[in-house]
Every structure is written in C-alpha cells, then in structure tokens.
C-alpha cells in the first residue's frame, strides 16, 4: 500500500529564515510520481511541483527547492528567505502505476511571523 | 486558461438534511475527482470519472452519497441525508486522461458544516 508521513505539524518561523518541510513515502510501485501542493486560507489547492521516480534531480524554483532521495524515500521541500504569504498548509502526495490514486499526507502548517 | 469552479463555496445544514455541490473541470479535461478532506487531514478521494463513467468510487459511501457526470463535463455531488460527520471541505479537481503521472488541478472547494 501506498502511504505519505508528514511528520511535522506545524512549524513556525519568522519571515526570512529558511525552513524545511519533511516528506516520507512508501511504495511498491517501480514508477511513481510525487507532488507538493499549497493550500492557502483561501482552501484551493496549489500545484507546486511534480517529480518521477526515476529523475533524482534536485530542483529550484526561486525561493523554492526540492530534495528527492531515493535511498530514504524523502522528497523535502526548503522555501529560502520565508515570506508572510509563504504561511499555508502544504501536502505532499505520492501516486504510481499500480494505482492512480493521489495519496496525501496529513499535511504541514507553516505560518511566517512578520 | 480558466481553472476548475465549485460552487457554492459555504453551505451550512442540518443533519439529515440533503446537499448538492457543483463542479465544472478545466476545459479539454476528461478525468474528473471529488476529494473530501477533514480538517486537519489530507484529501481523500471519493470518487474519479473518466468522461461521464466512474472509474474508481471505492471510497464513497453510497448508501448517503451519489455523484454523477452528466455529457462528460460538469459533476454533482449529493449527499442524502447529511451527517455531523460530514463536515468537510469537499473539494473537485481534473486532468488530462487520468493516468498517474499527470497533475491533478483544484478547485477552491466547498466547505460544508453540518448541524
């Protein structure tokens, strides 16, 4: 079965400290897929981003990057220099070729204190 | 490119009491999901289309819950009759073809509060 561990709660950090967001997975599957999601207050859902199985590539997206290890089944996400509106909940979420269902974790909330 | 619209976006009820939520997908998608997420949990799926037939409903507890996707676009979700437990923010998304690589898309959701 396939499962995603969000360990952490909640974290609070003043804006311009960088912070971590953990992600583990679990999966049988030789293909699978992993994504970051943000949900604001608002409630929607936001894509953040989607990375293979099979791509190791660490990525950066502005103040955004992403760690994926194979080895300790971990996708992490750092956010460099925190900003107040980076304050929302983020989910991590895992799906693979034997099923297509989006599995999420329980979700971290991060609030960035002005 | 538009994104995917629910409505309404509240809606308080009684128990036992009936609920319909609406959801139209991006345009050109043919995978069609309802989610429900407890607060403080991640999404759980309900149910997935593929064009107007269900693909996975496995999740959805259908002696209360029905949804439907009429001419493959726009989707409903019913609940008859609500529970406490229902209280949820229920949340639409689409994509592509509905295979595993692809990236689901939300909509705001619709929160719903049952009394």
């Known amino acids: 079965a396939q499962k995603v561990t969000q360990a952490q709660t909640e974290i609070s950090v003043v804006e311009k400290e960088d912070v971590t967001l953990d992600c583990v997975y679990e999966t049988r599957d030789t293909t699978y897929y992993l994504f970051w999601y943000k949900q604001p207050p608002s409630g929607e859902l936001v894509f953040l981003i989607r990375r293979n199985s099979f791509d190791e590539q660490n990525e950066i997206s502005g103040r955004y990057s992403w760690n994926f290890q194979k080895s300790t089944s971990s996708f992490n996400f750092t956010i460099t220099a925190s900003q107040v509106v980076d304050s929302a909940v983020y989910f991590c979420?895992?799906?693979?070729?034997?099923?297509?269902?989006?599995?999420f974790g329980s979700g971290t909330r991060l609030l960035v204190r002005p | 490119e538009a994104g995917v619209a629910q409505s309404p976006r509240y809606k308080i009820i009684e128990k036992r009491q009936s609920v319909a939520f609406w959801c139209n997908p991006i345009?050109?998608?043919?995978?069609l999901y309802w989610y429900q997420q407890i607060l403080g949990q991640g999404p759980k799926l309900l149910i997935q289309f593929q064009n107007n037939g269900v693909v996975d409903d496995s999740q959805l507890p259908k002696d209360r819950f029905s949804a439907e996707r009429l001419k493959g676009v726009d989707s409903t979700l019913k609940i008859q009759p609500a529970k406490l437990e229902d209280s949820a923010v229920y949340l639409c998304a689409s994509s592509l073809a509905g295979t595993e690589r692809e990236t689901q898309y939300f909509g705001p959701g619709t929160r719903l509060l049952v009394l």
């Open positions: 345009s050109g998608h043919a995978t």
């Open positions: 979420a895992l799906t693979g070729d034997s099923s297509y269902k989006l599995i």
